[in-house]
């Protein structure tokens, strides 16, 4: 950050796919009523509410055709001939939850037990190979099982970390991913209108489930699961994209279709909205995975630790000496424990963020691709 006080300038300070094969129905019953999180969600509990309906499948259909139009009826070369022959699939598992929501307010009262489904995909992390999905998928479940692409048998899971106000979560399976791939992460946020393809269990069938879309905004924003879980947060790094995101959709990898390489996982809908879905990206996820590996649990979201206020009246920006081109945001207050105490004060004007110039209105302008990218931060 570079911070003005008065008129002076401060220093900076940093504070692959295998044949397919059709797995069985074994489970909940009837794909077609699965029950659903939240509108807000995609995770399948939580609510009375049911859906039901089927996804469309034209790519593939299109892809089967073209595949068998000789005779033949390779299902390796009709998935190849819709372009996801890149896509590590094997990798993406199916979750099963059951449980109940306790009440705070009333912690006698248990409420009725629902079961759900979700999806998740193998990960390294360190020398371990565990699950990666979303907090809403396995918040609250007393047991928890996951089944392979293609295999009917559910293992047994345990959670071993969670990160509510991130909504990602890692699972241990005893003896159940020996022969899961692991997916691999792209480090680098994906490039806008990019083409990406989100990988799951969603509701409308039992087999996995492929869709299509771009890369549509990369935000900053407050993620749903910790606001219906009470859990306080700042805005974190989002990615929008309209591929479809359904119940049972969340936890799944997000791949890159150039790639093959994890961009995301997926998280959440907006409801009354078409074609908006939300990925959490990759380099928030790695940050998570980090921290496991480090320290074997989630220690949170870091904080700069002072609050500001916008300046955007032209008077103020020249009583505080700022220039007619000069934008920034006046510190308040500092928290006295805080990473930036002692380098910033009351009174400080925030002009830069790791050499990323502060709008008057508290959001950093940067370039992600050469696509420049307006961000919302709270301090």
Not at 149 to 167: M, Q, T, W, Y
Not at 229 to 234: D, E, F, L, R
Not at 276 to 299: D, E, K
Not at 332 to 351: N, R
Request: with cysteine; aromatic share 6%.
């Amino acid at each position: 950050m570079s911070a003005l006080r008065g008129t002076q300038l401060r220093h900076s300070i940093s504070p692959n796919l295998a044949t397919f094969q059709q797995a069985s129905s074994e489970g909940l019953g009837s794909a077609q009523n699965i029950a659903i999180v939240t509108a807000a969600t995609a995770g399948g509990k939580r609510s009375s509410s049911a859906m039901s309906g089927q996804f469309q499948a034209e790519p593939i259909r299109r892809g089967l055709a073209a595949a068998t139009a000789g005779g033949g009826t390779d299902t390796t070369m009709a998935w190849a001939a819709t372009g996801v022959e890149h896509l590590p699939t094997r990798s993406v598992l199916r979750i099963f939850g059951i449980g109940a929501e306790r009440s705070y307010a009333e912690p006698w009262k248990v409420l009725g037990q629902q079961e759900w489904t979700g999806s998740g995909f193998a990960i390294s992390v360190g020398k371990e190979k565990l699950v990666l999905t979303n907090a809403h998928v396995v918040d609250n479940a007393s047991l928890l099982r996951v089944s392979r692409h293609g295999e009917s048998k559910k293992h047994p899971a345990r959670l071993v970390c969670i990160a509510h106000d991130i909504d990602l979560a890692l699972l241990e399976v005893q003896g159940g991913l020996d022969q899961v791939p692991e997916a691999t992460f792209k480090e680098v946020l994906p490039k806008l209108y990019s083409e990406v393809k989100v990988v799951g269990f969603p509701q409308g069938g039992n087999t996995i489930c492929v869709t299509k879309g771009v890369v549509s905004r990369i935000d900053a924003q407050e993620y749903v699961h910790p606001l219906l879980k009470g859990v306080c947060t700042n805005k974190v790094l989002i990615v929008q994209i309209d591929a479809a995101i359904n119940p049972g959709n969340s936890g799944g990898p997000a791949f890159d279709a150039e790639s093959g390489m994890a961009i995301g996982v997926a998280s959440s809908g907006m409801p009354g909205s078409q074609n908006i879905g939300y990925i959490i990206p990759a380099s928030i996820a790695q940050n998570f995975l980090t921290s496991y590996a480090r320290s074997g649990c989630w220690r949170g979201l870091c904080e700069a630790g002072f609050q500001y206020r916008s300046l955007e009246n032209d008077a103020l920006r020249r009583f505080l000496g700022l220039g007619p081109e000069q934008t920034g945001v006046e510190v308040q207050s500092v928290a006295p424990k805080g990473a930036v105490a002692g380098k910033l004060k009351p009174g400080d004007v925030l002009l830069k963020v790791d050499s990323y110039e502060v709008s008057s209105e508290g959001t950093v302008s940067y370039e992600v691709h050469e696509e420049r990218v307006n961000l919302s931060l709270e301090f």
